[in-house]
Nanobody, 126 residues
């Protein structure tokens, strides 16, 4: 069974870069056919799909966040990462990593995913 664990700083200053990692156990991130995604939930709002990276390294991003978002793999650590540039307080959210065995774009229904991390709170504040 795949297990996911998010990690990263809980507080980021405005205009800085938010960097999170998701450590994967129970599967290799470079093995077909896994897809590794990031989803967030701002306070009082619904889930927002941010992007996904495939087992082969292909990336897909939310059009809304594409210009500021980068998802990458660190295969030696069996991790995938999220970078969000130029953050503002509107980027304050609980950030989740998730795994699926098919490509899922712009969907946040938890039933579509095989595994979720527990989530990590990130607050953007000076």
């Amino acid at each position: 069974q795949v297990q996911l664990q998010e990690s990263g700083p809980g507080l980021v200053k405005p205009s800085q870069t938010l960097s999170l990692s998701c450590t994967v156990s129970g599967a290799s991130i470079a093995t077909g056919f896994y897809y590794w995604g990031w989803i967030r939930q701002p306070p009082g709002k619904g889930l927002e799909w941010m992007g996904v990276i495939s087992y082969s390294g292909s990336t897909y991003y939310s059009p809304h966040l594409k210009i500021r978002t980068s998802i990458a793999r660190e295969t030696s650590k069996n991790q995938f990462t999220l970078q969000l540039l130029s953050v503002t307080p509107e980027d304050t959210a609980v950030y989740y990593c998730a795994e699926s065995k098919k490509l899922i774009l712009r969907e946040t229904d938890k039933n579509l995913y095989e595994s979720w991390g527990q989530g990590t709170q990130v607050t953007v504040s000076s």
